[in-house]
Structures are given as structure tokens and as C-alpha cells.
């Protein structure tokens, strides 16, 4: 008889140790563990005596990603409670190619796979699947811009390209039946870096899952979704098949809880709700361009960086963020150019072509520059650098209507650490209106100052490693002894 938590239970479950949580699990999944020999472990008992649960995953927006403040993710954070709930630690595999996922985990790598995975009838006669977390819905994407398909029929005879493994696949095929000469192309590339490179106009069409273009359309907003192209589905995590169910009936009552008190639904407003802003960042995209792209402007960079006194690797990286080192960028906002200047800050610096890589490096560090000398004094170095990244961004006027607030607050405005808390009330309706220039995007210079840091952290590796391997090697003189 399968025995449910007692409400009276649930509020002290989390507030006792995790050693007694442990004592307590194990004894209200009695009736699951009574499945197995009296000698033997079943799965439940068995991660629970080794103290950590082993996930298969792979890195994007939607499930698991790496920021300066550590890992993070929608599946990151649910499954980081569902090792709490057991009372164990996390450790998880990240697999580089999701096609390879379900494989792995069924020759034996792993206690369970969450990674977005879609519920499907084939995938479900290979694995246990656990109750749907999410609801999604395959939608084609497409660049504004250019020819929208409004149906099925209008694919055929377009560029089409998929990630190779996914339910995107079995859709078409089931398409495909009824529309017999519609094609695509299968691809071993993450449905992300399909996306951006429907962004960048070299592709005309991909699918992916809601939640996926929704976190990426933040980043590019380019991106349009033309339709849904099945009814919804659901994400699921997966499970061994077979008799021992224990981790399994685990994970059934871990999410159910989750659900009735309202955390799933935090947990999915944070990261898909109007407010929420990813920190991921596509670095296998981005050490690409580094070795592809940027050597055409290095130059550029090396020189603003002489010229300013400024760390090279640090424009880049702040050009990177802004345009993707594309000097023709233009945003819907007017800003264009590699480091996308306003008008009005070219021409308070004399630029006459934003679109000139020269002339938008140059005037991007001196602008820069500027903003670090404008800082207060009070103001220290790195908080320094990282309060003028964020004026570059926002404007010193409402960074400076963020300092206020924080220190308002009881915090230290000359603090990036404290300062980034309170950037996003900008936008807020309940405090702006109490600032002095009012409204402002405030989330968006803590993200543009997080993913500088991390795009100059990977670049200023790469640029060491580089130049340790053209370091002709030492000799080992030693000096005579005396």
C-alpha cells in the first residue's frame, strides 16, 4: 500500500537535519523498499547510502548552466531539491551532446537524466518517466525579417534544420506522411546554436521546444515564433525501468510536494516569467568566434586598449556582448555598431561612422574610460570597473538612482555586490517613481556586467594558454654554486 507524507509532517521535514530527514525518508518509503531482498539495496537506499545523486544532464538556458555565483538552471534548481529532499548532494554528468543523453543512461551512467526531455512513446518504452514537471509546445522560429511560414504547407521547400535525437524528429516524420515532400535537415548541433544561427540570417528555419525559445528570444528578440507545431508535450525526468521503482516513487512525492506548495510554479516564474533574465551564456559559441571571428578586429581592440589604458581582452569581451563582434549591428533601439553606441553618445564623442570598427572600438573605450573616471571616489576598484560597465549599460543617472536605493536600503552603494540588488527596482512600480530619473531596465545592466565578466574571464584563459604554448621554453641554467 503506497503511504502519502502527512500534511503534519511536511513543514518539519525541511527543518529537521539532514542526517533525521534521512532516518525519516527512509521510513515513510518503507513499503517501496520492502520490493527487494532483505539484503540487498534497492536504488533509493543505495544513493542515499552513498550520499549524492547522480544526474545526467547537458548545459543550456532551460536546464543547467554556469554563472560567476555558480551553477544554476531551471533542472539545476529542481533537481538540487529533490537531492535535499533525499538528504543527499547533486552531482551532475553534463553530457555535450543530448542525443547521447538516454543512451548513456541506459548502459547504467547515472541515477536519473533531466535535461528538458520530452515525453514521448518511444522514449517512454525505454524509461521510467516521472510526473510531467512542465508543458510545452514545439513551435517553428524563424527571423523577423524574412518569409513567415503560417502552416505546415508552407515549410515545404524551406531551409530546415533540427537538432538530430529530439522529438522534432519524430514530429516531422509523422508529418512527413501527410506531407511527402517536405524536408529538413538533421543536424548534430544543440537546438541554442540553431537558434542563433537563425538570428544571424544563415539559416532560414529551426524547431524548438516554448521554453527554450522563450529564454533565448530574451537575447535575441529577433527570433519569431511562425507557429505551434504539436499539441503540448510534457518534460519529464527519467528513470531506470523495471521492478525497483523506489527512486522513482521518491521523485513522485518529492514533486507533488513541490507542487502543492507552490515552489514549481516560483521555480518556473523565475526562469520563464515576465521578469525572468537568464544568465547563460553559449560559451562553446563563443570560443568559436574567438578563434574564427575575432583575430579580424584583435588588432582594434589592442590598440583602444594602449591607447586607453584598458585591459584589450575587456573590450572585446564588452564588444562580444554588444554585437556579437558584428560591426553592422543596428538594434531596434538605434544603437549600431560593434560596440553599439546611441547617437548621442557617438557624437559627443566625435564618431562620424558608428558602423566603422575602428572608429566604434575607439570611441566604445574612451567612453568607457570616461565612465570610470566619473565614478566617486568613494568607489574602489574591481567595484569600480564593474559600476562603469553598468553605466555603460543603464546610464551613470540611474545607476546613481541605484546607489541611492541601496543605500537606503542599509547597504553599501560603493558595493557592486550590494548596488546589482537594487538595479532592478528601477523597475519597479513601486519604488521607481520614487527615484530621481525615474524608470529604468534595471535587470539588464546586472546581466550585460555578469556576462562581460564571465565573456573576459574565458578570453583572458584562452589568450594565456595561447601565449604559454608560442613561450619558447626556459632553460635550465642554474648558477654555479658559491
Known amino acids: 500500500m503506497d503511504r502519502k507524507l502527512p500534511g503534519q509532517w511536511i513543514g518539519r521535514f525541511h527543518a529537521v537535519s539532514r542526517r533525521l530527514r534521512t532516518v525519516l525518508l527512509l521510513t515513510l518509503l518503507a513499503p517501496a523498499f520492502l520490493s527487494c531482498t532483505f539484503f540487498e539495496k534497492n536504488k533509493l537506499q543505495s544513493v542515499i547510502a552513498a550520499g549524492e545523486l547522480v544526474v545526467l544532464t547537458r548545459t543550456s538556458p532551460t536546464t543547467y548552466y554556469e554563472t560567476p555565483e555558480g551553477p544554476a538552471g531551471f533542472e539545476y534548481d529542481l533537481v538540487k531539491g529533490f537531492a535535499d529532499y533525499l538528504g543527499v548532494n547533486p552531482r551532475f554528468i553534463v553530457v555535450p551532446k543530448f542525443s547521447d543523453i538516454l543512451p548513456r543512461f541506459l548502459e547504467g551512467e547515472g541515477d536519473m537524466a533531466a535535461a528538458?526531455?520530452?515525453?514521448?512513446?518511444?522514449?517512454?518504452?525505454?524509461?521510467?518517466?516521472?510526473?510531467?514537471?512542465?508543458?510545452i509546445r514545439q513551435q517553428v522560429?524563424?527571423?523577423?525579417?524574412?518569409?513567415?511560414?503560417?502552416?505546415?504547407?508552407?515549410?515545404?521547400?524551406?531551409?530546415?534544420?533540427?537538432?538530430?535525437?529530439?522529438?522534432?524528429?519524430?514530429?516531422?516524420?509523422?508529418?512527413k506522411q501527410e506531407y511527402p515532400e517536405l524536408k529538413w535537415a538533421e543536424v548534430d548541433r544543440e537546438t541554442e546554436e540553431l537558434l542563433v544561427t537563425v538570428w544571424e540570417g544563415l539559416l532560414e528555419l529551426t524547431i524548438a521546444d516554448?521554453?527554450?525559445?522563450?529564454?533565448?528570444?530574451?537575447?535575441?528578440?529577433?527570433?519569431q515564433v511562425a507557429f505551434t507545431l504539436a499539441?503540448?508535450?510534457?518534460?519529464?525526468?527519467?528513470?531506470?525501468?523495471?521492478?525497483?521503482?523506489?527512486?522513482?516513487?521518491?521523485?513522485?512525492?518529492?514533486?507533488a510536494e513541490t507542487r502543492a506548495s507552490g515552489k514549481l510554479a516560483q521555480l518556473v516564474d523565475r526562469y520563464y516569467g515576465p521578469a525572468s533574465r537568464s544568465n547563460f551564456i553559449n560559451l562553446s559559441i563563443y570560443r568559436v568566434r574567438i578563434r574564427g571571428l575575432l583575430p579580424h578586429y584583435q588588432m582594434l581592440f589592442e590598440n583602444a586598449g594602449k591607447k586607453y589604458g584598458l585591459d584589450w581582452r575587456l573590450l572585446a569581451a564588452i564588444g562580444y556582448q554588444e554585437s556579437f563582434w558584428n560591426p553592422d549591428a543596428v538594434s531596434p533601439?538605434?544603437?549600431?555598431?560593434?560596440?553599439?553606441?546611441?547617437?548621442e553618445t557617438a557624437g559627443h564623442l566625435g564618431i562620424a561612422d558608428r558602423l566603422d570598427p575602428t572608429e566604434s572600438i575607439d570611441g566604445g573605450a574612451r567612453y568607457l574610460q570616461g565612465l570610470i573616471t566619473r565614478m566617486p571616489p568613494g568607489i574602489t576598484e574591481p567595484?569600480?570597473?564593474?559600476?562603469?560597465?553598468?553605466?555603460?549599460?543603464?546610464?551613470?543617472?540611474?545607476?546613481?538612482?541605484?546607489?541611492?536605493?541601496?543605500?537606503k536600503q542599509g547597504r553599501d552603494p560603493n558595493k557592486w555586490n550590494d548596488v546589482k540588488n537594487y538595479l532592478p527596482w528601477l523597475a519597479d512600480e513601486a519604488w521607481y517613481p520614487k527615484t530621481k530619473y525615474g524608470y529604468a531596465r534595471g535587470m539588464e545592466p546586472v546581466l550585460f556586467v555578469n556576462r562581460v565578466r564571465t565573456y573576459y574571464d574565458v578570453l583572458v584563459k584562452i589568450d594565456e594558454e595561447e601565449?604559454?604554448?608560442?613561450?619558447?621554453?626556459?632553460?635550465?641554467?642554474k648558477a654555479p654554486a658559491i
Open 210 to 223: 516554448s521554453n527554450i525559445v522563450s529564454i533565448n528570444r530574451q537575447y535575441f528578440p529577433d527570433l
Open 116 to 135: 528538458g526531455i520530452t515525453v514521448t512513446e518511444a522514449r517512454a518504452r525505454l524509461v521510467q518517466f516521472g510526473p510531467p514537471y512542465q508543458e
Open 333 to 343: 533601439t538605434g544603437v549600431r555598431g560593434i560596440m553599439m553606441l546611441t547617437q
Open 231 to 255: 499539441k503540448p508535450e510534457s518534460l519529464a525526468w527519467a528513470f531506470p525501468r523495471g521492478e525497483d521503482q523506489s527512486l522513482h516513487e521518491a521523485a513522485v512525492k518529492y514533486l
Open 383 to 407: 567595484d569600480r570597473l564593474w559600476m562603469a560597465l553598468a553605466a555603460y549599460n543603464v546610464g551613470v543617472s540611474h545607476l546613481e538612482d541605484a546607489r541611492i536605493l541601496t543605500q
Open 141 to 175: 522560429v524563424y527571423r523577423l525579417g524574412t518569409p513567415r511560414p503560417a502552416d505546415v504547407p508552407a515549410l515545404v521547400g524551406r531551409q530546415i534544420e533540427v537538432q538530430a535525437g529530439t522529438s522534432y524528429v519524430e514530429r516531422l516524420h509523422e508529418l
Open 467 to 477: 601565449k604559454a604554448k608560442s613561450k619558447p621554453e626556459a632553460l635550465d641554467l
